[in-house]
């Protein structure tokens, strides 16, 4: 039975990493704690992106938007909610902005949807900050009450670990297999009875549900919040491409990139944000061209084919440089030959 | 409000979209042709910006003639990147909807880089120089020069861009191409060249563009992102595939945009832009400026 | 059967206009269980578009289409598919990277999927026994040695037959086959249309079949549609069809150009 062991093998490497990041603080410095902390919000963002646009190819770039409508809803609300009601609350504005937002859009071309994703952070930013203007006055909020330290962490925590089991799980199911036949050939699926419209509509629903959760619990690290700070485009790009470099049909490449990336991010962004921008895109662009299972896929074997890849190449270059030069003038020297018996 | 302020509205609106109606060309050539979703279209408008403000305050050069020079800085720059970056996925992908797909996400990767490449080497802040800001005017009516000039260089490159459409062998085998790819190679349409040579026209346009905005505009690295997302606004409501469309659907957002602000809010420009572009998919998808001819 | 009193599928007047260019005109035919029927007609004459809008690819510019009755016009493939209606196309779109049986599993959980006896066990209710699971649809095509290879290591003709088998998996009423002996041998041929024929006597099924290879669809079928030019120019039995004036002149210099030639004689068999 492959697939029941392919299950245990994950729900325990699952485990395993939960109760790590468990015991994570209690023997680690703050600093580490704080990475770890960053780490796990980008493997529940990555993990649930994941799900829907690897398989759909559906490349939604709205995780910011649904991130910042999860923040702002802790900063207006956390006074008269709970904490968990708080994140709830934020998580379902997401899902029912992402259904909207489907419903008209979802229905286009991938390549469309994504770069109309990519205008819905601005426009949900300009939205809000209108709103706020007009209606209720103010331009930021001030975040008074804040849980402790403990329990965000381990909400994130939960939100990471509930992110990956949900990909375990859709998998298994008739709406992963959905998913899985809209991004082989989505018309095809349709004539053998799958509804696609519902189907990606729910998919991008699911991930609004955590970046807005997410977005709610992260909140509240800042003191100060104002559309501009929480609807930053830069945390759902860097989600798109951890995903992309790990491997976006996996279920783990989304994981190890995060932990890889957010490490390498805490390091080098605070002194050189451009420099690892720029060493991000270079790294989504060679995986692109020559990795396209993300880091995930990496075997011996790709190795090996890289490299004899190279090796007919070059070998290619020198074939054209010097024989094609041969070819050319034994041709030119038979056509003249030819010529003469006209 | 009196007949000149409604002009003005919609001349300022005119302007705004010539400079939509040139990156939406672009951005047509490249997506029409080759199904290249460039999303970074809008940060090599950026470039061309940056190339305009640096080599003006540097050595005084007038920004007038560096438009051109952008233009061929940038051609050249997108053949070397259409070289690099897409070729090769033309031959890995196995379907068309992998190869736009794969297409998007290398463009994501090459926003980064580009952005952060200007935002590093020229920092984050506003730039920006001042040129022709003399207003000019026309009887109660008033403009400033740079703007006018903007405008109207806008126009003519996207007019001349549609002439080489129409008019020359180039063009028309390029049209060929983007309706009916397999028919146009069997006549011997070399799409090898083609492609390149098209990409790096596309990405020339955007530096246009973006030269043009430096006249009359502060510039920053972050300037690309929006007009990348209104260039393929305009691309859908002008027809996907249609030059004079992209034009025509340009000038017309421009116009609706600056109509819209006015009456309401500037804020809500994007909201507007995005009502318009949903509209037009629900009603009349194969665009506002087409003929009614879905494709086959 | 008493059922017949509404037909399987209404096709009314349907029309698919594609700017200045009419593919399918004011097209209308109905069909009834247990139908084993030929559509044919030269090139271009609107055969593929035809099929495309009775199962809900393409939604028609004008004219009406239902499914026992209930009006489908305008709906998508997964509605004409959750009606029994279920088609392959021309050419093989499987699952690459999925293995044949999942391939065939996709329409079993989807479109083919039925009520259970017990509500969550038992097995399902109004499902032919031939098409009761994956292995058993597999039998039936004959692609049960390559169930586990993944369907793009298999040959064109078995994918087409794969293709066949995963419009089966959704347990259809109506079969629509698009030009699934394209390419092939005459024996082959012979060997489709025998297979062809067995699904639709076994499963009870209404078959449409699209043809270029005229002369063997005229064997097998017991009704044919003639399309030219995206209009209907005959519906009726094989041996008429054969002998009709604008059917002949449609065809010039084709197949089944004069009577007294030995189409005729095959078909009369």
């Known amino acids: 039975m492959n697939s029941r062991q392919i299950l245990i093998r994950d729900v325990l490497v699952l485990l395993a990493f939960a109760g790590w990041a468990l015991a994570l603080p209690h023997y680690a410095s703050e600093f580490v704690t704080s990475m770890a902390l960053t780490c796990l919000m980008y493997v529940a963002l990555s993990s649930s992106w994941g799900l829907f646009c690897g398989s759909t190819r559906y490349l939604s770039l709205a995780t910011s938007a649904f991130f910042g409508i999860g923040a702002y809803t802790t900063a207006t609300l956390l006074g008269q909610f709970g904490w968990v009601e708080t994140i709830a609350i934020g998580a379902g504005i997401a899902v029912v902005v992402a259904i909207v937002m489907g419903a008209a859009v979802l229905h286009l071309r991938g390549t469309y949807f994504a770069v109309l994703t990519f205008g819905m952070t601005e426009l949900i930013l300009h939205a809000v900050t209108y709103f706020e203007k007009s209606v209720t006055g103010t331009v930021g909020r001030v975040l008074t009450v804040v849980p402790e330290n403990q329990v965000i962490y381990l909400t994130v925590l939960a939100l990471a670990v509930l992110a990956v089991a949900v990909s375990i799980w859709v998998r298994r199911t008739r709406f992963g297999l959905a998913l899985m036949g809209i991004g082989a050939d989505e018309q095809r699926a349709q004539t053998l009875g799958v509804n696609t419209r519902l189907v990606k509509i729910a998919g991008f629903a699911i991930t609004a549900a955590f970046a807005g959760a997410v977005g709610a619990a992260m909140a509240v690290r800042w003191t100060y919040i104002d559309p501009h700070t929480v609807f930053n485009p830069f945390i759902g790009f860097q989600t798109v491409l951890i995903t992309l470099i790990g491997g976006v049909l996996t279920l783990w490449g989304p994981l190890i990139a995060a932990i890889i990336f957010s490490v390498l991010a805490e390091s080098l962004r605070l002194q050189f944000p451009q420099i690892y921008l720029m060493s991000l895109g270079l790294l989504l662009i060679l995986c692109v061209l020559y990795l396209p299972g993300g880091l995930a896929s990496l075997r011996w074997a790709t190795f090996k084919g890289w490299w004899t890849d190279t090796r007919d190449w070059a070998k290619d270059l020198k074939r054209e440089l010097s024989g094609e030069k041969e070819r050319e003038k034994q041709r030119a020297k038979r056509r003249e030959k030819e010529s003469h018996f006209v | 409000m009196s007949i000149t302020a409604w002009i003005e509205l919609i001349a300022s609106g005119l302007i705004t979209g010539g400079i939509y109606a040139l990156v939406a060309l672009g951005l047509n050539l490249q997506y029409g042709l080759m199904r290249i979703l460039n999303i970074a279209h809008g940060e090599f408008l950026m470039v061309g910006a940056y190339l305009t403000w640096l080599v003006q305050t540097s050595f005084g050069i007038s920004p007038l003639l560096m438009v051109p020079v952008a233009f061929l800085v940038l051609m050249a720059l997108g053949v070397v990147v259409h070289f690099l970056c897409f070729r090769r996925l033309t031959a890995t992908s196995p379907n068309l909807d992998v190869f736009e797909a794969r297409g998007l996400m290398v463009a994501f990767g090459l926003m980064f880089l580009v952005q952060n490449f200007v935002s590093w080497m020229w920092g984050g802040d506003l730039r920006g120089y001042d040129y022709l800001t003399e207003p000019v005017k026309f009887g109660e009516m008033q403009f400033a020069a740079n703007k006018l000039l903007v405008f109207f260089l806008a126009l003519v490159f996207a007019g001349a861009l549609i002439v080489l459409m129409r008019m020359t062998l180039l063009g028309k085998g390029v049209r060929a191409l983007m309706q009916s790819a397999i028919g146009a190679q069997l006549m011997g349409i070399d799409t090898k060249r083609l492609h390149p040579l098209m990409f790096g026209i596309g990405l020339g346009l955007s530096g246009i563009a973006g030269a043009l905005l430096s006249m009359a505009y502060t510039i920053t690295p972050y300037m690309g992102q929006p007009y990348t997302v209104t260039a393929l606004i305009v691309i859908t409501l002008g027809g996907f595939g249609s030059m004079g469309g992209a034009l025509i659907g340009g000038l017309f957002l421009g116009v609706i945009e600056a109509l819209g602000m006015h009456f309401t809010n500037p804020s809500l420009k994007a909201l507007l832009s995005y009502a318009v572009f949903i509209a037009v998919l629900l009603l009349r998808p194969e665009g506002l400026f087409t003929r009614k001819s879905r494709k086959a | ?269």
Do not use: C
Request: glycine content about 8%.
């Open chain 3, 1 to 269: 059967m008493s059922e017949h009193a509404i037909p399987l599928l209404e096709a009314h007047n349907v029309t698919v206009r594609f700017g200045g260019l009419v593919a399918v005109d004011a097209v209308s035919a109905n069909f009834t269980p247990g139908e084993l029927v030929g559509i044919i007609g030269p090139n271009g004459a609107g055969k593929t578009t035809f099929f495309n809008a009775i199962s809900g690819v393409l939604a028609p510019t004008s004219g009406r289409l239902a499914a026992h009755g209930r009006n489908l016009t305008g709906r998508g493939p997964h509605r004409f598919a959750a009606h029994g209606v279920a088609r392959t196309f021309q050419t093989p779109r499987v699952f690459a990277d999925m293995p044949v049986a999942a391939n065939i599993e996709f329409g079993l959980k989807f479109a083919g999927k039925r009520r259970r006896k017990y509500l969550f066990w038992g097995d399902e209710v109004d499902v032919p026994w031939a098409l009761r699971d994956a292995t058993s649809i597999l039998a039936l095509i004959g692609l049960s040695e390559q169930a586990a290879l993944p369907a793009s290591a298999i040959t064109p003709s078995q994918q087409r037959l794969l293709e066949i088998g995963m419009a089966l998996a959704t347990r259809p009423k109506l079969l629509l086959l698009d030009e699934v002996a394209a390419g092939l041998t005459e024996a082959e041929v012979e060997e489709m249309a025998r297979l062809i024929r067995r699904l639709r006597d076994e499963l009870d099924l209404t078959v449409i079949w699209i043809e270029h290879a005229v002369t063997t669809l005229l064997r097998h079928v017991e009704r044919v549609i003639v399309l030219h030019q995206g209009r209907k120019i005959a519906d009726d039995t094989p041996h008429n069809v054969v002998r009709n004036p604008e059917v002949i002149e449609a065809y010039l210099g084709d197949e089944m150009a004069e009577p007294g030639s030995e189409t005729e004689e095959e078909v009369a068999a």
